[in-house]
Antibody, heavy 124, light 108 residues
Framework: EVQLVESGGGLVQPGGSLRLSCTASGFTFNTYRMKWVRQAPGKGLECIASIGTSLFTEHYADSVKGRFTVSRDNAKNSAYLQMNSLTAEDSAVYYC?????????????????WGKGTTVTVSS | DIQMTQSPRSLSASVGDRVTITCRANQNIKSHLNWYQQKSGKAPELLIYAASGLPSWVPSRFSGSGSGTDFTLTITSLQPEDFATYYCQQAYSTAPYTFGPGTKVEIK
């Protein structure tokens, strides 16, 4: 089955750290860019991190730059999100997402496979 | 940074209605615009890619149009399973990309 499964969420104190994992199955993991998208309670979607395929190029939203690090292990079909210096504003459901690259007279990108999400709560 | 807006932010409609949601970017993003549907308590799902592309699993009552800065998502005949929140997302600037604030479609 083609799927993404996140793990590692939980309750953490302000200033603490957490590492999220995303395990992929059913597709050739190393050919897709992977992203992390979060959604705070009652709020919209925020794309916070992205990691490329072979060169592992990373991109971050300003809201997490310098605190979060995205990585991947293609041998384990897994992506990770290391989150440091967490604040209450980081409390959210975190989704692992697969991104498709499509050539149609230009390169187009879209997110076609989402995990169910893992919940991170930052509170004392 | 590219900012996305959506209108309306919420709407009430009946089964069978035609529904139109608008998304606007603050700069030209050509056709690099995707739409996602999110049902309550669930992960988002891809609905439209590249402004007007329809994934094979998405019903044909959904369609997207537009280019540049103005885009539209249309549902030709609203079904009970379509009550959800809809997000547009630009995929033009350097990743990570930005989403619109969402439009909640509710039952009238």
């Amino acid at each position: 089955e083609v799927q993404l499964v996140e793990s590692g969420g939980g309750l953490v104190q302000p200033g603490g750290s957490l590492r999220l994992s995303c395990t992929a199955s059913g597709f050739t993991f190393n050919t897709y860019r992977m992203k992390w998208v979060r959604q705070a309670p009652g709020k919209g979607l925020e794309c916070i991190a992205s990691i490329g395929t072979s060169l592992f190029t990373e991109h971050y939203a300003d809201s997490v730059k310098g605190r979060f690090t995205v990585s991947r292990d293609n041998a384990k079909n897994s992506a990770y999100l290391q989150m440091n210096s967490l604040t209450a504003e980081d409390s959210a459901v975190y989704y692992c997402v697969r991104e498709v690259e499509m050539w149609q007279q230009d390169y187009f990108y879209y997110m076609d496979l989402w995990g169910k999400g893992t919940t991170v709560t930052v509170s004392s | 940074d590219i900012q996305m807006t959506q209108s309306p932010r919420s709407l009430s409609a009946s089964v069978g209605d035609r529904v139109t949601i608008t998304c606007r970017a603050n700069q030209n993003i050509k056709s690099h615009l995707n739409w996602y549907q999110q049902k309550s308590g669930k992960a988002p799902e891809l609905l439209i890619y590249a402004a007007s592309g329809l994934p094979s699993w998405v019903p044909s009552r959904f369609s997207g149009s537009g280019s540049g800065t103005d885009f539209t998502l249309t549902i030709t005949s609203l079904q009970p399973e379509d009550f959800a929140t809809y997000y547009c997302q630009q995929a033009y600037s350097t990743a990570p990309y930005t989403f619109g604030p969402g439009t909640k479609v509710e039952i009238k």
